[in-house]
């Protein structure tokens, strides 16, 4: 079982509103509504910004929202803002006990 | 303040072997299931092993099946992760890492492992 495919890069001006996708199979992320969505800043550990597709932690803030339609995940941050700049990793829950989850490729996102 | 502290790692030759622990803080341990996740430099996240929260199942990624062993012990609140013959593409941060269904939240700090001669 693969990763899950992301894109390399998003950018966006502040104030913009970007969406990074995250494309599985009916095993994974099509399958189950444990999808969950990282920030990773460089040399810090990840941290969770959704979970179970549309879910934020306590202290996320709403400008981050999840969605999925059929075997594609989607992380949308609306009013970007320059500490938004970072890594992000989808990951998901599998059918399967090898890889029991599987992360994303990452997304680096630029803030213009 | 739940907390996750991982630790053990350090420069190991390759075919050596490593113990890495997660020693947990603030919420019911022997309540949760547990990951290891690792994350080679400058590469991105990968699953490598779970186990369940009485211990009794276990799984492996097929990149360290056979080679690493994962085990709790409930009563002092750690996870561990043997490692043995270990390789070059082994050099990650280890992070454990509970429940990742809901995201395991918060994610400890992470331990190095390097193999290298």
């Known amino acids: 079982q693969s990763a899950l495919t992301q894109p390399a890069s998003v950018s966006g001006s502040p104030g913009q509103s970007i969406t990074i996708s995250c494309t599985g199979t009916s095993s994974d992320v099509g399958g189950y509504n444990y999808v969950s969505w990282y920030q990773q800043h460089p040399g810090k550990a990840p941290k969770l910004m959704i979970y179970e597709v549309t879910n934020r932690p306590s202290g996320v803030p709403d400008r981050f929202s999840g969605s999925k339609s059929g075997n594609t995940a989607s992380l949308t941050i609306s009013g970007l803002q320059a500490e938004d700049e970072a890594d992000y990793y989808c990951?998901?829950?599998?059918?399967?006990?090898?890889?029991?989850?599987?992360f994303g490729t990452g997304t680096k996102v630029t803030v213009l | 303040e739940v907390q996750l502290v991982e630790s053990g790692g350090g420069l190991v030759q390759p075919g050596g072997s490593l113990r890495l622990s997660c020693a947990a803080s603030a919420f019911t341990f022997s309540s949760y299931e547990m990951n290891w996740v690792r994350q080679a430099p400058g590469k991105g996240l990968e699953w490598a092993s779970y186990?369940?929260?009485?211990?009794?199942?276990?799984y492996y990624a097929d990149s360290v099946e056979g080679r690493f062993t994962i085990s709790r012990d409930n009563a002092k609140n750690s996870l561990y992760l043997q490692m043995k013959s270990l390789r070059a593409e082994d050099t990650a941060v280890y992070y454990c890492a509970r429940d990742l269904k809901v995201g395991g939240t918060p994610w400890g700090q992470g331990t190095m492992v390097t193999v290298s001669s």
């Open positions: 186990i369940s929260s009485s211990g009794s199942t276990k």
């Open positions: 990951s998901s829950y599998t059918s399967s006990s090898t890889p029991l989850y599987v």
